[in-house]
């Protein structure tokens, strides 16, 4: 198991883009500890991935977030395959213009780089995830078809640099995935669970209208809207591969240090205007 989340808002939304990082990266931690990162769409910079080792309580205390930042997509890993030691395993994960993260387990990723005639993109990297960002890399607009080479279970957003301006989110069997719009219709924002997305409704101080992505959807978001949806034949066999929480103790320091660091900004706001 792991947990994702992410947002889009348009470019006068007011929610502070780092405060709805640290949000999602602390209503998604007790779905893995073994690594956490994120990576956001920078007008200049292009993507830009920052990830480290540890859980996400580690994570939110030093992930810094440009206030023009209007996309970004995290993860959370607790790892089934491809050692975290190595970062290129940790997400997000990148591959040629793909740059996604993923939930879930894919089991015929040996066999899709095969068929792909790709070698994996970086030395030593092993996840199983990066078939899905390989075969989005390939597919030349045919997103359907890429995820339907995939045999497993997903729940995965991504980043096309061959699409700026768009994120995209898909749900196949086995992992959930909800979205959520304000009702000023300035913001999406996307997560594992429905409770991520009520902390951040808490956290953030919105009213948020949310609904699950049903299995074999695919959804494009720009800023701060969902502007397409499609469908594709996910893999039925593993609707039933759901896993129990991976790290409970984590979402409660993740929390906990959300608190403090919310509290740390505020000294530091007031000591400004004084």
């Known amino acids: 198991m792991c947990g994702i989340a992410g947002f889009s808002f348009t470019h006068d939304c007011l929610i502070d883009a780092s405060d709805a990082t640290r949000v999602l990266l602390a209503s998604v931690a007790e779905r893995g500890a073994d690594a956490a990162g994120c990576v956001y769409e920078d007008p200049t910079a292009g993507l830009v991935v920052n990830k480290q080792p540890g859980g996400a309580s580690r994570f939110l205390e030093v992930v810094k977030v440009p206030e023009a930042i209007r996309q970004l997509v995290l993860h959370v890993r607790d790892f089934t395959k491809g050692r975290p030691s190595l970062m290129a395993n940790n997400h997000p994960i990148r591959h040629g213009d793909v740059v996604g993260v993923h939930n879930g387990k894919i089991s015929n990723d040996d066999a899709v780089f095969l068929e792909l005639g790709r070698a994996r993109f970086e030395e030593g990297m092993t996840v ?147």
């Open 128 to 274: 199983d995830s990066e078939a899905i960002f390989a075969a989005l890399d390939d597919a030349d607009g045919d997103v359907a078809g890429a995820l339907e080479r995939l045999t497993g279970s997903l729940a995965t957003c991504w980043f096309d640099q061959r699409r700026p301006g768009s994120v995209f989110l898909a749900r196949g069997y086995g992992r959930p995935l909800w979205t959520a719009t304000t009702r000023r219709g300035d913001a999406v924002i996307w997560a594992s669970t429905l409770e991520a997305l009520e902390i951040a409704e808490d956290f953030l101080g919105i009213q948020l209208h949310k609904r699950p992505v049903r299995p074999g959807s695919i959804v494009e978001i720009r800023d701060g809207s969902i502007v397409a949806r499609g469908r594709f034949r996910a893999d039925a066999r593993a609707q039933w591969l759901l896993n129990p929480v991976a790290s409970p103790e984590e979402k409660k320091l993740a929390l906990t240090r959300l608190e403090e660091v919310r509290d740390e900004l505020r000294v530091e706001d007031g000591a400004r205007i004084a």
